[in-house]
């Protein structure tokens, strides 16, 4: 990333608990605008956790998440004592579309199962009001072609296999044209024969500049696609860099085991 260029998203002090469990202690992080940053960590580490708090799926406990200029779940209220500006809580309408910044395909593609795939890609668009139903028929036509899908418009969810269900699951998230993709673990579901095609579309929007975070357990794919591999551990970040810094040279002990034990 450019010395100057303000990054995409900051997360700062960012805290999450359930109940007496504290799954995020005080992450900070930074994510440039076009670039890749791949998640690694051991299950019930906080990652997925981390993403729903960044697209506002949980409420933080503390910290905040900061789209560009914008706060995700907040907005600068007038200051307080005429020094300190206070953050006012946005209601569930505005948090929506915040939300429609930040795209996410998840472990379970999340399809619903009585609509067409068109239908299921359209859907967002047109009740967000995006778009008519022509215009984001048109999209989701483009869209379908781009994840190598073209012409299953009409089938349902249950008609597809799990990759291409995981395909249009991309898709779906692209059609509210997001500046930030959040991935979790989106090839955790599927066989193994089936991983390489949804890893191809991911790529290839990494190629075309697409910003986004990766939770995944594919190494070699974070070796090749990642800008930044960030390591998370019980809710703390113990390690973030290039990936040949984190994969190849990891400092921490804890990465190393990880590493040792996924490799």
């Known amino acids: 990333m450019n010395a100057v260029e303000e990054p995409l998203l900051r997360i700062r002090g960012l805290r ?17 605008r076009g670039g890749v940053t791949v998640l690694l960590g051991p299950s019930g580490s906080g990652k ?16 905040y998440v900061a789209l560009g200029e914008e706060i995700i779940g907040y907005r600068p209220g007038p200051a307080a004592g005429g020094r300190v500006r ?5 209601r569930e309408r505005e948090i929506t579309r915040q939300r429609a910044r930040i795209g996410m395909v998840f472990q379970q593609f999340n ?8 239908e299921n890609l359209i ?27 073209a012409g299953r ?11 291409q269900q995981q395909r249009v699951a991309i898709a779906r998230a692209l059609a509210l044209k997001p500046e930030l993709l959040l991935f979790d673990e989106p090839t955790s579901a599927l ?14 929007l990494a190629g075309g500049g697409m910003s986004m975070i990766v939770v995944t357990h594919e190494i070699g794919f974070a070796r090749e696609v990642a800008d930044t591999v960030v390591f998370l551990d019980g809710g703390r970040v113990l390690e973030s860099g290039r990936p040949e810094d984190v994969l190849g040279g990891a400092t921490h002990e804890r990465t190393r085991a990880f ?5």
């Open 48 to 63: 997925s956790t981390l993403l729903r708090c960044i697209n506002r799926l949980e409420k933080p406990d503390a910290g």
């Open 111 to 118: 399809l619903f199962p009585h609509l067409t795939v068109l």
């Open 16 to 32: 999450k608990s359930f109940g007496a469990h504290t799954v995020l202690h005080g992450i900070d992080l930074d994510v440039p």
């Open 123 to 149: 859907e967002a668009p047109v009740a967000l009001r995006q778009a008519s139903k022509s215009q984001a028929a048109a999209t989701a036509r483009e869209l379908l072609e781009r994840v190598g899908l």
């Open 191 to 204: 066989d193994p024969e089936l991983v390489g095609e949804v890893l191809r579309v991911i790529r290839d």
């Open 153 to 163: 418009e009409s089938a349902y969810p249950k008609q597809l296999s799990g990759g």
């Open 259 to 263: 590493l040792e034990a996924v490799l």
């Open 86 to 90: 206070v953050l006012r809580e946005l």
